[in-house]
């Protein structure tokens, strides 16, 4: 079983930055689609970005666009989410997950237990 686990949560105010990490023991990220996703509170979860294995292309939500940045290091198979000019409405638990195949906002095969990014005004 892969699990994929996220860290470099936390608390910021609202402008500031944060980075998340993912780490992927056992799954040669280099071989997948990576994407992370948030839940708000008594909100469905939603996509956030993803990166393509092959080419590197990327992918972001119109919320997120322009202030965050995923990326990767296949050789230490993590993958990284900058998260910049943060406002209270990205607070969520932030989860990373992982896709052998398929869409950037398709189905995932792999996921972390989640991160929780709190923003305060």
């Known amino acids: 079983q892969v699990q994929l686990v996220e860290s470099g949560g936390g608390l910021v105010q609202a402008g500031g930055s944060l980075g998340l990490s993912c780490a992927a023991p056992?799954?040669?990220?280099?071989?997948?689609?990576a994407g992370w996703f948030r839940q708000a509170p008594e909100k469905e979860r939603e996509f956030v970005a993803a990166?393509?294995?092959?080419?590197?292309?990327?992918d972001y939500s119109d919320s997120v666009k322009g202030r965050f940045t995923i990326s990767r290091d296949n050789a230490k198979n993590t993958v990284y989410l900058q998260m910049n000019s943060l406002s209270p409405e990205d607070t969520a638990v932030y989860y990373c997950?992982?896709?052998?195949?398929?869409?950037?906002?398709?189905?995932?095969?792999?996921w972390g237990q989640g991160v929780q990014v709190t923003v305060s005004s």
């Open positions: 997950a992982a896709q052998l195949w398929g869409t950037f906002r398709g189905q995932y095969d792999f």
């Open positions: 056992g799954l040669t990220f280099g071989r997948a689609t």
């Open positions: 990166i393509a294995w092959s080419d590197s292309n990327t």
